[in-house]
């Protein structure tokens, strides 16, 4: 679809329900996957687009994910480069000690102004990438970072939209001198030769000018991975992460792969690929499964409407927030130490036998079976009817959540689904953040 | 103890049910308690103490907070009068306390008085945006009362193998009942065409399975079994009651105990109640039920609740036509909430005004031949807490 504008073409689209923190949670779960969390000592989050200015979502993004209280979190920004900016400073953390593992996890759906080509260009994503342990798929041979003063994206503090100055400008003075310079240095710093990358994933600004590096860099150009911008979009601060865990899907062990990021600069590093890769699958997962989003209800979704349907003036306390976030956020259940019943409510007495404040705090399973449900017409949503679903969890406890990502048709009783952590609401004056469900799905190619 | 026979009702009433946009919360008091004390023979001033029954006063015109409304609004001073609120089971509670004083012997003659006015506002205005805009920021988040009542459809379908239309046929008998009730707000016929095809709600449930937004007040005038002769020789007798509160507003979805296809509530209060009025097989015994139908769904499960049929055989007695008019045990000959509305502090009331003017002979076309025993019950919140009381003639 190309709402207008010459040339097709798909692009990624967040839900109404999704930003950039709640496709960091799941990019991190997904990442850690059986991973235990508790020995994650750092917890990157990394966003142009983060859902507070004044705010951390590193933390919200750590008590999400489930990963305790006892890590370091960082919330970074401002550019284009952000994301390997964080790489770079968890590779320095796990090198130095000071952290087993760190997390990194890079999301964005930047907003671009209705109508123009940067809409149709720009796509939502969020990744995630574990640094230190045991099994690395790759390793990192060597790092240089350049920083450039240039004003050719950008977003002041009252801009709601990224603007971009001139194309060739940006492309040929801006992107392409820095990150070919950086690029030179890193394959010189690691002694090799530019025929001896493997893989190279270079990000640009347009998410075209890949080009405009590699051949004068003497890469070979089948080398050079594909950004996908026609089918995904332009990731934001996600794209690195994005399209290096494309290349490593077929990296071989041995491989050296380069990284370029642009932005403001440039950070480029060179991995040599690790024997674990064989095994190496990135975990995708797909909001929308299924019918092609219009445009208006894609304007409705990134709120460039003014009247865009969902719940307005919802009861919601920060105090309240503050107390039951071990079941609403943490997806804590409390086990009964008599009768070993999971409850899901904050009770201070089992309801099943009566015993008080003996329960034992336990992890709630993400997946469940659907016990039953119904499609609500008159709650006000963007995407009505809004599934309301009783699930029994895997391994105990039942819960009550929205389904989203779903065709009302497709609900049955019965069905599986998968815990996912979405926006609700803005009552208050802030984001009310809560676990939803969804079908489980295979993951797309 | 079994309260049988102890109580009489000696003055009902009832104003329309409806959107009474010409009447305002104290009027419909007014006029509720005005007919139940004239058929009692009774002024205001002979009221000894007072239950006054509003669930929502902060979904309606901010009324009902405190005894002292009804105060205010029927002149009656100086005695005790106490607001009750328990969700939809809210008239049947109110009902209760006021017998507990008359058998405590602490007031001779108590009223009964439930009361809600919603259309002040636009029907989405009041109890939706109370789902919507207030509550927990989280937890039923989504939930509308309909969609609540909905999920033991769905799971009533699923393990039963009961159908919508099932459902459907609930709504055309009671629209069906309704036209020969003067006060009920829609007294028109419908096809199950038309409430299959009419707007879905809450799958499976459709608007003209669910009840409307609705005003009105009803009044009960009690006094024990050995005056009642004094006031009213047509008084009818309570035979017996029940009340259960056997789970909590969000438990049933948070509970992997809880099974969506029966109210547990309404099992426990109706076994109390039977066992007062010696009741052994209600499906022969009673004459007619009020039940608390405000989705279809709701009027389904309670016939197995209150055994008047089979667990998971709700579908086939109103297919069998046996909870209809003229049918073996007919089931809201009013048209139950979904023609006459549910002004929810009124509803419990309304059901037992209607109760006693079937023991008293004068439910008009809706009149059961030689009606002796009647049942109204109650649900509330997402079936919570049930009300269900058993009157029989004298």
Not at chain 1, 21 to 50: K, N, Q, W, Y
Not at chain 2, 17 to 44: I, P
Not at chain 2, 332 to 343: A, D, W
Request: aromatic share 6%.
């Amino acid at each position: 679809m190309a709402w207008g504008r010459p040339g097709g073409g798909e692009r990624a689209v967040a839900s109404y329900d999704e930003d950039s923190a709640t496709m960091a949670v799941s990019a991190a779960l997904a990442c850690l996957g059986a991973r235990h969390a508790r020995e994650i000592d750092e917890l990157h989050f990394v966003s142009l687009s983060p859902p507070y200015a004044e705010k951390s979502l590193s933390s919200l993004v750590a008590a999400a994910a489930d990963l305790g209280t006892g890590l370091r979190t960082g919330d970074h920004g401002g550019s284009l480069r952000a994301g390997t900016g964080a790489l770079l400073s968890a590779l320095d953390a796990v090198k130095a000690l000071t952290s087993r593992h760190s997390l990194v996890c890079a999301a964005d759906c930047r907003q671009a102004p209705p109508g123009s080509m940067l809409e149709m260009g720009f796509g939502d994503a969020g990744a995630a990438v574990l640094v230190g342990g045991e099994g690395a798929v790759a390793e990192v041979l060597a790092a240089v970072s350049h920083s450039q003063e240039i004003l050719d994206t950008w977003r002041t503090d009252e801009q709601r939209t990224v603007r971009t100055g001139d194309a060739r400008f940006n492309r040929v003075e801006a992107f392409a001198k820095c990150t070919l310079e950086a690029c030179k240095a890193v394959l010189e710093k690691a002694g090799i030769d530019a025929k001896q990358v493997a893989k190279a994933v270079i990000t640009s600004p347009d998410g075209k000018g890949h080009g405009a590096v590699a051949k004068p860099l003497g890469l070979d150009p089948k080398a050079v991975v594909d950004p996908k911008t026609d089918s995904l979009g332009m990731l934001g601060t996600a794209q690195p992460f994005v399209s290096l865990a494309m290349a490593l899907e077929t990296a071989n062990p041995g491989d050296r792969i380069l990284l370029a990021c642009y932005g403001d600069g440039c950070d480029a590093i060179v991995f040599e690929v690790k024997e674990a890769v064989k095994h190496f699958k990135a975990q995708r997962r797909l909001a929308s499964p299924s019918a092609p989003l219009g445009y208006v209800k894609f304007l409705a979704y990134k709120k460039m409407l003014a009247e865009c349907g969902g719940e307005s003036n919802a009861f919601a306390s920060q105090i309240q927030a503050s107390r039951e976030a071990p079941i609403s956020l943490r997806f804590h259940g409390k086990r009964c130490q008599s009768c070993g019943t999971i409850n899901t409510l904050s009770l201070r007495v089992c309801p099943h036998c009566q015993t008080r404040d003996r329960f034992d705090e336990v992890h709630l399973a993400r997946k469940g079976t659907v016990n039953t449900y119904t499609q609500e017409h008159y709650f006000p949503t963007p995407e009505p009817p809004v599934t309301m679903a009783v699930i029994d969890l895997d391994g105990g406890g039942r819960y009550l959540a929205q389904m989203t990502d779903v065709e009302a048709a497709e609900v049955k009783v019965g069905m599986k689904v998968e815990m996912i952590f979405r926006r609700l609401h803005e009552g208050g004056g802030f984001h009310n953040y809560c676990w939803k469900c969804r079908p489980v799905r295979e993951a797309p190619k | 103890m079994s309260m049988k026979d102890k109580i009489a009702v000696i003055g009902a009433g009832c104003t329309m049910f409806s959107e009474n946009f010409g009447l305002d919360y104290s009027d419909m008091m007014v006029e509720s308690s005005g007919e139940a004390l004239e058929e009692a023979g009774l002024s205001g001033r002979d009221i000894q103490a007072a239950w006054l029954g509003t669930a929502f006063p902060d979904a309606g015109v901010w009324k009902g907070r405190s005894g002292m409304d009804l105060a205010q609004s029927l002149g009656i001073f100086d005695i005790p009068i106490t607001r009750v609120s328990n969700y939809c089971a809210t008239g049947g509670d109110a009902f209760r306390n006021a017998c507990y004083c008359l058998l405590s012997g602490e007031a001779d003659v108590v009223m009964a008085l439930g009361v809600e006015k919603l259309r002040d506002r636009a029907p989405q205005e009041s109890l939706v945006k109370m789902m919507v805009e207030n509550g927990h920021p989280i937890m039923q988040k989504g939930f509308t009362a309909a969609g609540t009542f909905a999920v033991t459809a769905t799971r009533h379908m699923h393990e039963y193998g009961t159908k919508a239309e099932h459902l459907g046929q609930i709504s055309v008998k009671n629209h069906k009942h309704a036209v020969n009730n003067p006060k009920a707000q829609y007294r028109t016929e419908v096809t199950l065409d038309q409430v299959m095809k009419s707007p879905m709600v809450a799958w499976p449930l459709t608007v003209l399975m669910s009840c409307p937004t609705t005003d009105g007040s009803a009044c009960l005038i009690m006094c024990r079994a050995e005056d009642a002769k004094k006031y009213n020789k047509d008084h009818v007798l309570l035979k017996g009651h029940g009340f259960s509160v056997s789970t909590g507003w969000d438990l049933p979805f948070y509970d992997p105990r809880h099974h969506f296809t029966s109210y547990r509530a309404t099992e426990v209060a109706s076994r109390k109640a039977y066992k007062d009025a010696g009741v052994t097989d209600p499906r022969k015994e009673l004459d007619m039920c009020e039940v608390h139908d405000c989705f279809a769904s709701v009027e389904l499960l309670t016939y197995e609740d209150l055994g008047l049929c089979k667990r998971g055989e709700g579908g086939k007695l109103v297919e069998e036509g046996a909870t209809a008019a003229g049918g073996e045990i007919p089931v809201n000959l009013s048209g139950g909430l979904l023609s006459c509305g549910h002004p929810v502090g009124a509803t419990g009331l309304r059901m037992l005004y209607e109760i006693t003017r079937q023991l008293q002979g004068k439910a008009g076309k809706r009149q059961v031949p030689d009606a002796r025993l009647g049942l109204a019950h109650n649900i509330g919140g997402p079936g919570a807490v049930s009300s269900v009381t058993i009157l029989g003639a004298r």
